[in-house]
């Protein structure tokens, strides 16, 4: 098929799943407020800002605009996996379709809702008292950094709901997600942790990516060069899962 019947399928399949928000708005809004729950809870309640020179809220908002890149993977590795139960993704591969085109279709919808939620979460964030020191090309930056890495991290939960294939199964795996987002430098620098586990925070590629949005907000906890790292990292990881999923996807009752 040319690129622009590939295009009009995704875009179909995107349509699609916007259409559920229609329907199910409270899993939307459940979405998008959870990661304003946690921002609000550590930077008012938990507190803390070990090892963090300046205001803990500058250090702290950029790791949480990090973490949101993770939160919600399993809601789009959930409705995959019901598809796949449903019979849904059975019939649409029937038809004259691009191979991939459904996939391409929620991670396109998911990735909506992820910009919507990184611009509640900086209002969020300036209300707090958290402050963006670069200017109007750096935040964009930032933007878009943020969102590589929710594309990344999104085909990795796609594949692994394919394989899982069940929606009890993705369950179990989506627990994965926690250790990757905790295990980061999102709340404390690794400076304050032991050898053995600040070594492990610094290979994380979340870690990459949040000390990359402090450099180019000038907050706190942000280091030259780490802008790279961030770009290098999800592009490696959609280099590996996009291929595997649309792999996968296109080999399923086979």
Not at 146 to 152: E, H, K, M, S
Not at 197 to 216: D, I, K, Q
Request: net charge neutral; charged share 10%.
């Amino acid at each position: 098929m040319s690129a622009s019947y590939a295009a009009a399928d995704c875009w179909t399949m995107t349509r699609r799943e916007l259409a559920h928000w229609a329907r199910q708005p409270v899993q939307v809004l459940v979405g998008l407020v959870f990661p304003v729950m946690m921002l609000v809870m550590f930077g008012y309640l938990v507190g803390g800002g070990r090892a963090v020179d300046g205001a803990y809220v500058d250090y702290l908002v950029p790791g949480m605009l990090t973490l949101t890149m993770v939160f919600g993977l399993e809601a789009t590795m959930t409705a995959v996996a019901q598809d796949l139960n449903k019979g849904v993704i059975d019939r649409f591969r029937s038809m004259p379709m691009t191979d991939g085109a459904v996939l391409v279709g929620r991670a396109s919808a998911d990735m909506l809702q992820s910009a919507v939620g990184l611009l509640l979460m900086t209002g969020v964030g300036y209300a707090m008292g958290w402050r963006a020191n670069g200017g109007p090309g750096a935040f964009l930056g930032t933007l878009g950094l943020l969102l590589l890495l929710r594309f990344a991290m999104l085909w990795i939960g796609i594949f692994l709901a394919l394989v899982a294939g069940r929606a009890e199964l993705v369950q179990a795996v989506q627990i994965l997600v926690w250790p990757l987002g905790f295990l980061s430098n999102a709340f404390a620098s690794p400076a304050s942790m032991p050898d053995w586990l600040g070594a492990v925070v610094e290979w994380n590629p979340m870690s990459a990516t949040a000390t990359a949005v402090r450099e180019l907000f000038g907050n706190p906890g942000g280091e030259p060069g780490h802008v790279t790292a961030a770009v290098v990292w999800p592009l490696l990881l959609l280099a590996v899962f996009f291929p595997l999923a649309v792999r996968k996807f296109g080999r399923l009752g086979n």
